[in-house]
């Protein structure tokens, strides 16, 4: 069983910035790719950035490209998400998600960590 663990959420204000990070574990882990997810009150949840494990570009929601980043770490079997530039909209749950070997989907999830940015 694969378990996600994210960090690095807060409070900051407009134009200021944060970093996430989550970690993944479990035996029979076989990564495919990580990616971040986030949910705003009220809102569904929404694509925000995704990576590879085995090399290829990253991929962002139009809403944060130029300003996010999201970094893979494989010896640590973690993915960080930098993120710039920060706008009250950005404010949500953000949630670390694996795809693993052999899978189509994002099928592991973590808790999710609160990201609220104030204008």
């Known amino acids: 069983q694969v378990q996600l663990v994210e960090s690095g959420g807060g409070l900051v204000q407009a134009g200021g910035s944060l970093t996430l990070s989550c970690a993944a574990s479990g035996r029979t882990l076989r990564i495919a790719a990580m990616g971040w997810f986030r949910q705003a009150p009220g809102k569904e949840r929404e694509f925000v950035a995704a990576?590879?494990?085995?090399?290829?570009?990253?991929e962002y929601a139009d809403s944060v490209k130029g300003r996010f980043t999201i970094s893979r770490h494989n010896a640590q079997n973690r993915v960080s998400l930098q993120m710039n530039s920060l706008k009250p909209e950005d404010t949500a749950a953000y949630f670390c998600?694996?795809?693993?070997?052999?899978?189509?989907?994002?099928?592991?999830w973590g808790q999710g960590t609160q990201v609220t940015v104030s204008s």
């Open positions: 998600a694996l795809k693993g070997l052999g899978t189509t989907t994002f099928g592991s």
């Open positions: 990576i590879r494990w085995s090399g290829g570009g990253p």
